[in-house]
């Protein structure tokens, strides 16, 4: 557990003050909610180019916001100057946007009850990393990229960093007070072998998650050495492999690969504001319609999938939305079937659910908050299934480790993905490496076409940093669990047929 | 417009302490500096934007950013900080973090002197550009009478209109004082019917909403909308395609982004020659045409390079460099790779090939409705989505058709067909265009954050639809 605590430098500024006087006007100018928050994001991006730093760039940026609800319409203005002037004009200006566009709107807002909350969190992580002496960093990835190419077997390698911190202040017309702070870091890296001869080129990074954890992750939390090490002739393995004949497969896929999976299919296919039309002009809408709820077997028997803001170290996880909705973990697919949705407050009150889960998040203080997906995982099986046992289980076929390109069409049907690496597997055993490998398919057939899952042992917790949505874009880290778990009858396709 | 009592050259994020402009606060920077050399970035971008869903407004915004950069050089070394609050009594604090964190660095690879520069333009001292909600007041109405029509012919409209203000000021401690400001914005809109089995995308560029036709983007939805009262099945398959501009821009800018010198230099680009070097001067692309300029009418970009990170295909050392129209690929082969300073000088021994942010698929032959004309048989797409890398040897990307592909057959359209997913190289598909349609401003819909591009229609002759989507 973490012993942190927020960094008294974003305590210091004035926000109970400034939210007094954003929450006041808002009420006075007729709004019938209002939230303020403020919002400091701390950012490092780390780039080393072979035995060369490509690239440090250390930024912050800090802002407010004022959200209303006015004339039955939102309103949002958002701004940097953290002063009594610059935040009242801002809860004015919110106040008129929702007065200005009222007309134009049919569905007046109403919100789910929330408790009011006056607290505090902080993530679990041990070291924060910028505590991290810069050179440190560093130091780090060009020891890695010279670690793998005292191998002859690349030729080149690009590795990088990421490390946020982020602070969140809410508060709210009806009483709420929340001051949070999070820490995620994530680290990658990929090696390159060129065939000057026949110009043919390869890569193969590494498959260590995103994590919402601190500087720890680098030093005791992943073995970034071993990948450095193994990597090359890896690489060089698979270069020289054959290339995958098309067809149908039996496939054991990695939690290093599924997460992604689970991200497009499964995460996308149960955000409600999806399934109401919200994004159909941009991220598209679902298939997984309100009708289907209870009802649409999803997947498999074994397939439990459970959307939740709280799993430690998750990227998703935190003490309270940004609507003020205290965490909470609650099941998605259970026993194969559909049974539950991501929800913000507008959608949880429109459509009966009672209350928010939520899942409102906006990834920075100039953006509006809208439903983001929360840790979306597959539970392990209860029983101790190893890797080894899925393989034995499967017989003949692929095993897939790690991701690669994806793709997925805008009702959340048609998917195509890759990986790192592919392992033909006879007899249950690995073999060797097959080159120029996706599978593709839809996903309630891939879903109901999963056999066995992985036990405790196989279990990962994988995620992004980078999951985009709505308009203006906005980016928001998330976290997805998984075990192993084996496929029968995949379509594999050979890319590089695709391409000719 | 109306902020308070602000003034409009005044943003509020430089009052605490005092009030700076962000050219004093540039100014102030370059003073403080003990550095070697000194870069500053100030760029202020003011966006507004509404969206809405089922003929109703959801969610809308109205937000200022302002952020200042401050690269110190010492020696071979350079490191920046940037901050979007900086009042003046913060700066001396944000330019010796970033002196201090030079002193920590190895040296850079990219290392070259700062460009010189040669004083202040005419406008420097003006106030940076300035946007605010009622730059929707001539669009409102538009919108309503969208929403009406669309009750009234039983289609749920969806959309999403934005417009955007960025100011960019460079200066360095060599003269250099560099700005520009840009302005655009789009409008766009996705009709369905009541039960989502048919949907239609229309979308435009705008820089004041006053150029903006709502009826005329609805009457376009109405009639792909029509087009799909008859369904077609079709198959995978390779097909003769008619795609339109968005569609084309997407392709275009997907090769665009493979341009980068230094990854075909160094054997890891589709431009990379077999045994070394680049493939310049190699017909690649059929008949087709590829440039950017930063002036460009309508699509205007930022003539001057600026950017607080280096890599293959930039350099903090360019900051203020000024870009120039610049031919990618003219008549089908390839004429020159993003290159900066550093890595021409290395490679090439040649002037630096700035990256530059817009983009013209040349073209001056028939319209849409021509080229429909036309056709025999094939697949008319209004737009593709989630485009991604499969390999990058081949540049082989996967995507998807959107919100509208049509069977066109004897010169007329059919109906609608099933949705796609794509498995195809940009570079293969822009060499099989058979024929190139009247270029224009383009809305790409995959890559929606490029604004600035003009394509035209194009025909490719055999375009890889690897599997079917049911997605409506």
Known sequence: MTTRAI?????????????????????????????????????????????????????????????VVANGAWGFAAGVDLTVEAVSDVARRAVEVAQSLAPLNTEPVTLADEPVYHDTYVSSYEIDPFAVAEDHKINFLLTLNERALASKLIDRVTSYLLLVREQKYLASLSGSRITQQRVRVKGDFTAVRIDKSTGAFETMGNAAPPAGQGWEYFTTGYDWGKDADEIPALLEQKMASPSIAPGRYDVVIDPTNLWLTIHESIGHSTELDRVLGYEANYAGTSFATLDKLNTLQFGAPMMHVTGDRQVEHGLSTIGYDDEGVAAQTWDIVRDGVLVGYQLDRQMAHKQRFGRSNGCAFADQAGRVPLQRMPNVSLSASAKP???????????????????????????????????????????????????????????????????????????????????????????????????????????????????? | MSRGALQTDQHPQHRAGGVLTLQDTIDRVLRLSTADACVVIARRVASVNVRWAHNTVTTNGDADEVQLSVMSIIGRRVASVTRSYFPPEQLEDIVREAEAACERRPDAPDYLPLLEGNGEPGDWGAPPADSDIHVFDPFVPQLRQLYEDARRADIATFGYSELQTATTFVATTTGVRKRYTERIGKVEITGKTPDFTRSSWVGRITHDFLDIDAREMFETLRQRLDWAGRTIDMPAGAYEVLLEPSAAADLAIGAYSFMTRRDADEGRSPYSKQGGGTRIGERLFGDVTLYSDPAEPRIEATPFHYGVDSGGASSVFDNGLDLRRTEWVGGGVLKNLIAPRYWAAKTAGTDAVPYINNLVLDGHGPSMDEMIAQTDRALLVTCFWYIRTVDPQSALVTGLTRDGVFLVEGGRVKGAVNNFRWNMSPIAALAQATQIGRSGLALPREHDEFLRSKAPALRIERFNMSSVSEAS
């Open chain 1, 7 to 67: 960094d008294p430098t974003f305590l210091a500024l004035p926000l109970d003050r400034l939210a007094d006087v954003a929450l006041d006007i808002a009420r006075k100018r007729g709004a019938t909610y209002a939230d303020f928050r403020v919002e400091r994001l701390r950012n490092h991006v780390i780039v080393a180019r072979d035995r060369e730093l490509q690239t440090s760039v250390e930024g912050e940026t800090v802002g407010f916001s004022v959200r």
């Open chain 1, 385 to 500: 299934i190893t890797l080894n046992d899925l393989l034995s289980g499967m017989g003949d076929g692929l095993y897939i480790v790690g991701d690669k390109s994806w793709s997925i069409d805008m009702q959340r049907y048609n998917f195509q993905f890759t990986g790192q690496k592919f392992f033909q597997v006879r007899g249950g055993k690995i073999v060797g490496q097959v080159k120029d490998v996706a599978y593709q398919s839809r996903t309630t057939d891939f879903w109901n076409s999963m056999e066995a899952v992985g036990g405790p042992s196989t279990y990962v917790l994988g995620g992004a940093f980078n999951c985009g949505k709505g308009q203006p874009g906005q980016i928001a880290p998330v976290s997805h669990g998984c075990p192993a778990a084996l496929f029968r009858q995949i379509n594999i396709l050979n890319t590089a047929q695709e391409g000719s």
